[in-house]
């Protein structure tokens, strides 16, 4: 078991910067990706950025360029930069660890609101 610890959301008015950060703990060497989906209210969670320990990245369409995804050296932290925020990015964000056998490991997720 991966346990995940998200921190730094909070209001930041449109055209701002954030960055969440993610602290891993527990059955690391398990853990092959990270990343970070977002969920507004009444909708399906959306995988936003993710990480490959290879250094692959994927990211969905709509934040590309405006978010970056990265890690520390020993995988304990996982951060997404976000700037040039736009209303459309409010949601709970939540981390995720992919372990081999288990699919994802979450989170309790932290809230980004964008408004002015």
């Known amino acids: 078991q991966v346990q995940l610890m998200e921190s730094g959301g909070g209001l930041v008015q449109p055209g701002g910067s954030l960055r969440l950060s993610c602290a891993a703990s527990g059955r690391l060497f398990s853990v092959y990706a990270m990343g970070w989906h977002r969920q507004d209210p009444g909708q399906q969670r959306e995988l936003v950025a993710a990480i490959t320990k290879g250094g692959t990245t994927n990211y969905l369409e709509f934040v590309k360029g405006r978010l970056s995804i990265s890690t520390d050296n020993s995988w304990n932290t996982v951060y997404l930069k976000m700037h040039s925020l736009k209303p459309e990015d409010t949601a709970v964000y939540y981390c995720?660890?992919?372990?081999?056998?288990?699919?994802?490991?979450w989170g309790q997720g932290t809230q980004v609101t964008v408004s002015s």
């Open positions: 995720h660890a992919a372990v081999y056998g288990q699919g994802y490991n």
